[in-house]
Nanobody, 115 residues
């Protein structure tokens, strides 16, 4: 059974930093894209950052220069380093793994940016 388990969310002040982790189990995704999406209250889920198996990355314009996605293939884990956080970054952040024939989601972790 495949599981994606996120951790690292929480409450942080504007300008602060958080690091999200997503540990995958039940399958290895070394040849697949993994990434992060987020959903704020009343809004649709949106892409934050993805990393393909060769290592190329894609970021939402709103997070470029502030967020960094990385992967540890050996640990089957993907990370999202979030710096210079803004109130508008407040959302539930979801981990995603996808291939040609499958797509998996984590349960989400809440990130709240507030003073």
């Amino acid at each position: 059974q495949v599981q994606l388990v996120e951790s690292g969310g929480g409450l942080v002040q504007p300008g602060g930093s958080l690091r999200l982790s997503c540990a995958a189990s039940g399958s290895r995704f070394s040849r697949n894209a993994m990434g992060w999406y987020r959903q704020a209250p009343g809004k649709q889920r949106e892409l934050v950052a993805t990393m393909s198996s060769p290592g190329s990355t894609n970021y939402a314009d709103s997070v470029k220069g502030r967020f960094t996605i990385s992967r540890d293939i050996a640990k089957n884990t993907v990370y999202l380093q979030m710096n210079s956080l803004k109130p508008e970054d407040t959302a539930v952040y979801y981990c995603n793994a996808r291939g040609f024939t499958f797509e998996y989601w984590g349960q989400g972790t809440q990130v709240t940016v507030s003073s």
